[in-house]
């Protein structure tokens, strides 16, 4: 069974996070197959990139975006595929008209195994680059038993006249590269296939079952339900719809499963999606009640609850934070407040609102204590890290701290009556201990620095595991006094976590 696997890309100024009010953003997936004629199993990548958020330059008789993208595909530690390779959105006309996005699929073979992707993107002509982003996929199909390929959902589809990279089973398929399903889309399209059944059933035939499921209770949604019967073959595709005109704002999975002639179950597979849907009232069957009764009714400033999405970041899943990037695109209240209020319902169905109220706490903190010009607090690294951890411990501010350097600095072994040599001046800095994190890591520091003497603090160094970690941090922040490696008296202080 596998699941495509669905992750934004934010872009990222030179500056820091969020230094820009315009940041490109992209959505990127990426999906497993196999060609059972060459028992040869395949990666698809997908990516999405909103031409609104890139800069558009002259060429020829109109405008065009560029970005450049990197690719790396990993086993372990060893790099097994890597591709870098330029991306160019269609020449416009009008440098206004960039509602729209461009695509780009990549199609390449690997063994079966266990992979990680990294993508990493640039815009050209902005130079803005992205943070790197990171999926990982397993690719386990055996040519001698049955197997599914990822579900892919679709945008689009169209029969194939000539065979291009959107092709596949027949149909010339454009991607619908989020999971996040938006109020005006009335039907579900996807596309999965089938490989190697004729191992299970020998000459007789299979049925498909796809249908929508409650992702919390289970429950089968409403009546729609597609049912393909199909003869044994080594391969079997299948597009299909769902209506989900009538489906309401929630959590749900989309479900296929793959039965013989004797209706027992031969093998399923479940793709995640978030639905956002004004125009019913029927309440989700996992919530405790209407949305529009709920604390997310009363957020009636669109823009306030843009800037509430965008605050979920340091919290919000992969598949959340796809789903705020295409909300955010759009002018569509009655989405924003249904996305709120099932993002804190899905986490504590009875205490929904006393979540939010305490998070909003931590927004309207960070936004009032971090923000920079441009730049709202909750987009800044401190903010990003009180939003994802809470408040610290332990906090020291030094804006011109200086120690003594001494022969023989960060060796314990020396004592403390060897030569002083002069001073170490640091740059302004702030050191954030927590005793506990929720992951369960214990003493885990932080420590922010303002390199430029602006008040706006970067993250230079922590030990908390998937934070950033830069064995020379304190050379950069003492602005190359120390000698490589050595470790001052800042250095202590981060060891000691005070």
């Known amino acids: 069974m596998k699941r495509a696997v669905t992750a934004v890309l934010c872009i990222l100024s030179a500056l820091g996070a969020a230094a820009q009010d315009n940041q490109m953003s992209a959505t990127f997936n990426s999906s497993a197959f196999y060609l059972p004629d060459s028992r040869q199993p395949y990666i698809e990548t997908r990516l999405s990139v909103d031409a609104w958020t890139c800069r558009f330059v002259p060429v020829g008789n109109g405008y065009q975006a560029t970005v450049e993208a990197l690719l790396v595909v990993r086993q372990g530690d060893s790099a097994v595929y890597a591709k870098r390779y330029m991306l160019h959105s269609p020449v416009i006309t009008d440098s206004n008209a960039t509602d729209f996005n461009f695509l780009d699929v990549q199609r390449f073979s690997l063994p079966t195994g266990y992979y990680k992707l990294e993508l990493t993107l640039r815009d050209v002509n902005s130079g803005n680059q992205s943070e790197t982003a990171v999926q990982t996929i ?211 169905e009875h205490n929904a609102e006393q979540l939010w109220n305490e998070y909003r706490e931590r927004i309207d903190y960070v936004n009032r204590n971090f923000s920079y010009p441009r730049t709202p607090g909750h987009r800044t690294d401190r903010g990003r890290v009180y939003l994802q951890y809470g408040p610290p411990d332990f906090v020291r501010d030094e804006k011109n701290f200086v120690s003594a350097l001494h022969l023989g600095s960060g060796n314990s072994k020396m004592g403390s009556g060897h030569k002083e040599l ?32 602006s008040s706006y603090y970067k993250l230079l160094v922590s030990n908390a595991r ?23 008296e800042v250095g202590e202080q981060f060891n000691r976590g005070y």
């Open 138 to 348: 397993p690719v386990s199909f055996d040519p001698e038993k049955p197997s599914l390929s990822s579900i892919q959902l679709i945008a689009s589809a169209t029969k194939t006249t000539t065979p291009n990279i959107l092709s596949r089973g027949g149909y010339d398929m454009e991607p619908y590269c989020s999971d996040f399903i938006p109020e005006p889309m009335k039907q579900l399209n996807f596309y999965y296939e089938i490989y190697n059944i004729q191992h299970e059933t020998g000459k007789k035939g299979i049925v498909t079952y796809a249908y929508i499921e409650d992702a919390a209770t289970g429950k089968r949604m409403g009546d729609a339900i597609a049912v393909q019967r199909a003869e044994s073959a080594p391969l079997i595709a299948r597009y299909s719809t769902l209506d989900i005109s009538q489906l309401p704002s929630g959590n749900y999975n989309l479900t296929v499963e793959v039965r013989d002639h004797k209706n027992e179950l031969l093998m399923y597979s479940r793709l995640p999606f978030f639905r956002a849907n004004s125009s019913t009232e029927e309440a989700d069957a996992s919530a405790t009640g209407d949305v529009s009764l709920s604390f997310a009714a009363s957020l009636n400033d669109e823009e306030q609850l843009r800037q509430y999405l965008d605050a979920l970041y340091p919290i919000a899943s992969d598949r959340e934070k796809s789903a705020v990037a295409e909300l955010n695109r759009r002018n569509n209240l009655a989405e924003k407040q249904a996305f709120l209020y099932y993002f804190w319902q899905r986490r504590d």
């Open 422 to 453: 002069g001073h170490v001046y640091y740059l302004p800095y702030q050191l954030w201990r927590y005793n506990k994190l929720d992951n369960d890591d214990a003493n885990r520091v932080f420590l922010f620095w303002d390199e430029l003497r």
């Open 466 to 488: 998937g934070e950033t970690w830069d064995p020379l941090w304190e050379r950069r922040l003492s602005q190359q006094q120390l000698e490589e490696y050595v470790v001052g």
